[in-house]
Antibody, heavy 124, light 107 residues
Framework: QVQLQESGPGLVKPSQTLSLTCTVS????????????WTWIRQPAGKGLEWIGR???????NYNPSLKSRVTISADTSKNQFSLKLSSVTAADTAVYYC??????????????WGQGTLVAVSS | DIQLTQSPSSLSASVGDRVTITCQAS??????LNWYQQKPGKAPELLIY???NFETGVPSRFSGSGSGTLFTFTITSLQPEDIATYFC?????????FGGGTKVEMK
């Protein structure tokens, strides 16, 4: 059974860099099968879900164009973790951050495993 | 980006009622749409994939239909445990996008 768990500071000051880690158990993130995409998604309080970006095939990345200039997603395969860095944060980046696994079978993609989510507040 | 417009944004219904939610895409996305349920304080859970296919273990009162730009999610007989927010999500293109959500409350 695949499990994901987010970790990182719950409070970040404006203009600083938000850093979160997702620890994965049950499947290696280094798998190059092309069937899994390691993803970050966020949700401001009371609002909808925003896709931030993903890691795949051991090192490929895709980012949301709206955040691309500030986002880096990377992997530490020795620890079976992947990480999110979001620079120059503002109050608008305050949200619950989820890591998730997107799975692909033929043409079908879906998010089949999620972390519990971690609240990150941006405040001085 | 592909925009997904969900309606209504919230609804109130009684136990046993039929509940219908629509999701309209800003462009043709074939059947590349999923539906998730999110309960307060929890991560979303997949209910329907590829517009109309049930995830394993999902009760048969949940269903999805549609293709192209208009999709429908239905709960045929609302149960107390169905109180949640429901989201549609497209996987036709990047970035992945979600509908704004429909909050289902009990009358």
């Amino acid at each position: 059974q695949v499990q994901l768990q987010e970790s990182g500071p719950g409070l970040v000051k404006p203009s600083q860099t938000l850093s979160l880690t997702c620890t994965v158990s049950g499947v290696p993130i280094s798998s190059d099968s092309g069937s899994y995409y390691w993803t970050w998604i966020r949700q401001p309080a009371g609002k909808g879900l925003e896709w931030i970006g993903r890691l795949y095939n051991g090192g490929g990345t895709n980012y949301n164009p709206s955040l691309k200039s500030r986002v880096t997603i990377s992997a530490d395969t020795s620890k079976n973790q992947f990480s999110l860095k979001l620079s120059s944060v503002t109050a608008a980046d305050t949200a619950v951050y989820y890591c998730a696994k997107e799975r692909r079978t033929e043409w079908i993609h879906w998010f089949d495993s999620w972390g519990q989510g971690t609240l990150v507040a941006v405040s001085s | 980006d592909i925009q997904l417009t969900q309606s209504p944004s919230s609804l109130s219904a009684s136990v046993g009622d039929r509940v219908t939610i629509t999701c309209q895409a800003s462009q043709d996305i074939n059947t590349f749409l999923n539906w998730y349920q999110q309960k307060p304080g929890k991560a979303p859970e997949l209910l329907i994939y590829d517009a109309s296919n049930f995830e394993t273990g999902v009760p048969s009162r949940f269903s999805g239909s549609g293709s192209g730009t208009l999709f429908t999610f239905t709960i045929t007989s609302l149960q107390p445990e169905d109180i949640a927010t429901y989201f549609c999500q497209q996987y036709d293109d990047l970035p992945r996008t979600f509908g704004g959500g429909t909050k289902v409350e009990m009358k």
